[in-house]
């Protein structure tokens, strides 16, 4: 059978995705629908879909989770390389006091840092949360993933733009961090759970049940 959720094969007779973890529309709530149905009715499947369609929103405390487990994928071989642009530019500091010197130095390696910084979360964020997964690593170790508004797959749009409507605005110097503070918490206090770039680009963060 195929998951209408995610696209994956799912073995016959399984009620859930081994992929994404929903349930399998068309058989384990289908087949109970229609097998408890009067011999002859037609059962609609947009009844059963709505039957088997159970939306269980993730809350601030799980995406908080999420969140420091994606900063350790990513900062922990981001500080390596942090580290290996400081070691290369200390052969130029150790020999001058010159402040423009030491300026050229340390201002271009900062500049790339922080470029490099955002591609590489931009792509992180908006690839994974794409995918057949829906979510990145933490978010999968946390059985969590990201749909639209209708519950489906969210595309790479979407979820580029959910990504610089929240920690790409966080890249702002002055506004940046305090912007994000207020985006996060209020995905404890909207009825869906969504954070203010769930609500700009019109996703969902959900929960596997």
Known sequence: MICASCGATAAD???FCGSCGR????YSVGAAAAGSAAPGAVVSS???AAAGRTTVYAGFWLRLVAAIID???LGIPFGILIFMMIASAI???THTQDPM???MTILP???FLLLLSLAASWLYWALMES???QATLGKKALGLYVTDLAGNRASFGKTSGRFFAGRGIGYVPSIGGLYYLIDCIMAGFTERKQALHDIIAGCLVQRST
């Open 71 to 73: 900063g350790l994928v």
């Open 46 to 48: 947009g009844s059963v």
């Open 13 to 15: 007779g399984a009620a």
């Open 91 to 93: 052969p130029n500091l």
């Open 131 to 133: 995918s057949t997964w």
């Open 109 to 111: 390696r900062i500049f």
């Open 23 to 26: 349930p399998i529309i068309g």
């Open 101 to 103: 010197v030491i300026v």
